[in-house]
Each structure stands twice: as C-alpha cells, then as structure tokens.
C-alpha cells in the first residue's frame, strides 16, 4: 500500500492543473505512486486496474484526499475491446485525456525449454501490445489539438513504464526481457512518427523498486544483500522515486524531451562488477 500526505496537495505547485490522466496498472506499486503523484500535481486520474479491486480502491482514495478527481476502470488493457471501452468511460466522465501512463505489466518466470506459448503472449499481451493499443487510442485524442510548433506546450504527453532489463538480459525471463525491450524501441518510433504534432512519447525504465510484489525478497537479509550489490547507489528505489520523475516528463518544464528513456535504478544500468576497475 502507498501512503500520501493528505495536506501536501495544499502546498504544491499544481503543473498539471486541469490535466486528465489514465494510468493502466493503478492498484499497486509503481502504477499507484503515480496516480497519486499526478493527482498532487493537480490531474484528475483514471484508474485502471485488472483484478485488484481493493488496491484500486485505495488508489482512488488517494487520488480524492489530493483533491483531484478520480474513476476506476477494471479492464484488461491487452485486449483491444477492453482498451475501447476504458477510453470511452474516460471520455464519459472528463471528455478528453491529457496524458497517458503505460504501466500495466506482468511477469511468468520459466527456462525457455519450459515456458509454454500461452506465457509467452500473456507477457508479451500485458507489457508490450497493451502499450500500443493504449497510445493508439491517446493519439487519436492528441491529434485533434492545435498547438503552435513555437509555444513550450504539448498536445498530449505518453510515458511508457519499461525496465532496465530493456537493455540488461535477464535468464529465464526471455518474454518479459523481450517485451521490455519492444517497448524502447516502440517508443522511440512512436515519438519521431508524432512529434510534429506536438505529441511528446518517452520512456521510463525502473530497476530495483520496492513493492508488494518483491517485498520478501527485501525483508532477506541475504536476497537484499544480492540486489545491493547490483546497485551502486546502495539503496533500493521506492515507487515515489518513479513517481516524481513521470509526473515531471508530464509536466510543461519537460516540453523538450521526447523519443527519451530515463533510467531510475541507482545506477542498476552502469555495469556495477566494474566499479572497482580490472
């Protein structure tokens, strides 16, 4: 669970004021850290969720205590009808979108010899397709705008949630490693393609991140000694470090930036068995 200051919307600059945002992937960890930052920064937020109805209540109750507005919208965001439908209960209750957070993401572990056809394209449907699908239907939206090539402004910002494991390889995770690296180089397409539109597309890529999901790997002395030694900053990332950085790729002091990924690992990404030279 991700815990906000009720009164720190009180005391925030609100750079993204009469924004709206959908976040995929919202009921837990990073993808909850977000909803909520962007609801402290004054956006009212969608909240999709798939099967976690408890975390995306609680999502939704943050996103309110910060004084933005916010819906929740179970779907499964791999599947094009599903996707459809979440846009148009976007467009129901705020009539636009203003930016979008690609998130959602899964992973099914397995040697390759192992990994059945159905895992493979359950991972690749999640982290990879849904992204497409998601930024497709934004675009549409996006593209309706005019912005002058000359103002600090965009028409529509998209930041994909990725991994570090876009470029680092990860055994016996080919699919998840396959569908991270899809997405960078998806990303960096997808910008030069909209660009001229106004359209701003970027990446993050997190490493090691404090959630639920992997929180008995950090209470293992030994399991979180092993994840430290592949830091070189030596701490281990929580999701309002994640958090912080896509709220500022939304915002307008990002306005130059796009076709970029930014890696939020503590340095994950800097060959680490290096640090101490040959």
């Not at 497709?136 to 494991?165: C, D, L, M, T, Y």
């Not at 876009?166 to 016996?172: A, Q, S, T």
């Not at 997808?190 to 993050?204: C, D, F």
């Not at 293992?220 to 990332?237: N, T, V």
Request: charged residues 25%.
């Amino acid at each position: 669970m991700f815990f906000s200051d009720n009164n720190k919307h009180l005391k925030m600059d609100k750079k993204l004021k009469g924004q709206c945002a959908i976040v995929t992937g919202a009921s837990s960890g990073i993808g909850q850290a977000i909803a909520i930052e962007l609801a402290l920064n004054g956006a009212d937020v969608a909240i999709n969720f798939h099967s976690n109805d408890e975390g995306a209540a609680d999502t939704l109750q943050q996103v309110q205590n910060a004084g933005a507005k916010g819906i929740l919208i179970k779907a499964d965001v791999g599947r094009e009808a599903e996707v459809l439908r979440m846009y148009e209960e976007v467009y129901k209750e705020f009539n636009t979108v203003d930016i979008l957070i690609s998130n959602a993401g899964i992973q099914k572990d397995n040697p390759i010899t192992e990994m059945s056809l159905e895992d493979w394209q359950a991972v690749l449907d999640t982290n990879l397709t849904a992204g497409f699908l998601c930024a497709r239907e934004a675009i549409k939206e996006f593209q309706k705008r005019s912005i002058p090539q000359n103002e600090k402004r965009s028409a529509g910002k998209i930041v994909f949630i990725s991994s570090v494991h876009d470029i680092i390889p990860w055994g016996k995770r080919t699919n998840y490693t396959a569908s991270k690296g899809g997405i960078s180089m998806f990303m960096k397409s997808l910008a030069l393609e909209v660009a001229a539109k106004k359209i701003r597309v970027n990446s993050i890529s997190p490493g090691a991140i404090r959630t639920n999901i992997n929180d008995e790997s950090w209470k293992d002395p030994e399991e979180a000694k092993k994840m430290l030694d592949l830091i070189p900053y030596k701490r281990i990332g929580d999701p309002e470090d994640v958090a912080k950085a896509a709220a500022w790729l939304c915002s307008d002091d990002a306005d130059y930036i796009t076709g970029a990924t930014l890696y939020i690992d503590g340095g994950m990404t800097l060959y680490p068995s290096f640090e101490e030279g040959a």
